[in-house]
């Protein structure tokens, strides 16, 4: 298995807290009595709840079976929904979460083939749900959704801000129940503390536009 090429999430986010405390000590050089004004709270940063993420075509995930590594593996979910497992066979995997998948290869395997295994599934990409990141970022396209990522989360994923991005115009477009709703966020104001940073649904769209004064 390829490893992601995907920003490392921890990574990019200590990246993007790097820019925003820099830029503040460039503030400080322009104006010294700006020092004790300017204060930077961390964003928090959200776990995905992958666990409780249905899954589709495309995503990978670790299977292990405790003290069997025969049995155990990581796996892709092929294009009809299913996947093949040692000693218990195909099972359609799509729909379900990695939780009800682990409980149902654990009650296969129990009693016929092991006494008492123990059965774990741990999602590694969710390729089958995606959001959508456009405009002045370093790499915008479409990027595989984890249940609880945020705005933040999702611009580290993109390669950060170019220069001449908006970042306090930034707009989420989401449709729900075919109603198209449209989303204000300001990320500057997520990432000094001022606001709460919003968690992202599958098939929003982010648009970062271009900043007219600079």
Same mark, same amino acid.
Request: aromatic content about 8%; charged content about 25%; hydrophobic content about 40%.
């Given at each position: ?5 995907? #920003?490392?999430? +921890? ?9 925003? @405390? *820099?830029?503040?000590?460039? =503030?400080?050089? /322009? ?55 040692? #000693?218990?066979? +195909? ?9 009800? @998948? *682990?409980?149902?290869?654990? =009650?296969?395997? /129990? ?104």
């Amino acid at each position: 298995m390829k490893k992601s090429n995907f #920003l490392n999430p +921890t990574f990019a986010y200590a990246l993007i807290m790097a820019i925003t @405390l *820099a830029c503040a000590h460039k =503030e400080i050089a /322009k104006d010294p009595t700006q020092k004790e004004k300017i204060t930077l709270e961390m964003p928090e940063m959200r776990i995905p709840d992958t666990q409780n993420a249905q899954l589709g075509v495309g995503d990978v995930y670790e299977l292990k079976v405790f003290l069997e590594p025969d049995l155990s593996g990581e796996y892709r979910v092929s294009s009809d929904g299913s996947n093949n497992f040692p #000693l218990v066979g +195909t099972l359609s995997v799509t729909g379900k979460t990695p939780n009800e @998948l *682990a409980y149902e290869l654990q =009650e296969k395997l /129990k009693g016929t083939f092991l006494k008492n295994p123990q059965v774990s599934v741990f999602v590694k990409e969710f390729n089958s749900k995606r959001i959508y990141i456009f405009g002045e970022v370093t790499k915008p396209g479409a990027f595989p959704y984890e249940s609880g990522m945020g705005v933040v989360q999702a611009i580290a994923l993109a390669g950060g801000f170019t220069k001449t991005a908006s970042k306090n115009k930034i707009h989420i477009t989401r449709v729900e129940n075919g109603v198209e709703t449209v989303l204000p966020i300001k990320v500057d104001q997520i990432v000094q503390g001022a606001e709460k940073d919003i968690s992202l649904r599958p098939g929003d769209i982010i648009f970062v536009p271009e900043g007219i004064f600079l």
